[in-house]
């Protein structure tokens, strides 16, 4: 839902901040609120994190994406615990863009989430976000994932718009290596049609 919804900000305080939503809406089960320019705890972020991962041990996997990572202290935390494991960081919040060389240098792979990144940024900075975070990426040699509303219209059509078309392109123009579908895929009855469009398309690169 990023970039849906919109808040005027009414107060803060050191235990709250006080909101009025400029527009009547629903909020789903568990989905959250962006606050642009917060700073995320890093110790509560890896009580999280590790409360997380220890349910999943059990689990086959190979990569552990981690979510508005801000620093490499927190990625290096986690490797100790999970050293066989790709560590794959989403660039998503201010702190984080500050931070970008040193996440990608210690990540093995970076995710660019525009619409968390975009929602706590916000619309002057955000291209320019996307681009520092892509040069970085390839002067590391990490791989580049471009994530959110890749093919949002292909929800409930069977073609991409033109602007998502061009969006697609500019995308693997700048060295994006993987293109992820959200809602596209996960919540739409048309998720296979979408998958070989999007084939066809990259066969054609």
Known sequence: ??????????????????????N????????????PE?????ALQMKAYSKFLNLARNIEFDAIGLSFIQNQRTIENIRLKFPDKLMVS???NKLGLENAVEIVNSS????IDRGDLFAEIGIKDFYEAILKITEASKSHGRPLIMATENLESMRYRLQPSKSEIIALQHSINLGTNILMLSDET???????NTIRWLDGFLQLQ
């Not at 970039?3 to 939503?21: A, C, H, K, P, T």
């Not at 009547?24 to 606050?35: A, E, T, V, Y």
């Not at 917060?38 to 890093?42: A, E, V």
């Not at 996960?186 to 296979?192: E, G, I, K, P």
């Open 186 to 192: 996960a919540t739409s009855d048309l998720y296979m």
């Open 90 to 92: 989403k660039i998503e």
């Open 108 to 111: 093995d792979i970076v995710m």
């Open 24 to 35: 009547d809406f629903h909020l789903q089960p568990k989905k959250g609120l962006n606050i």
């Open 38 to 42: 917060s700073i995320y705890d890093d």
């Open 1 to 22: 839902s990023d970039g849906l919804y919109g808040f005027d900000l009414l107060e803060v305080s050191q235990n709250y901040i006080l909101g009025r939503s400029r």
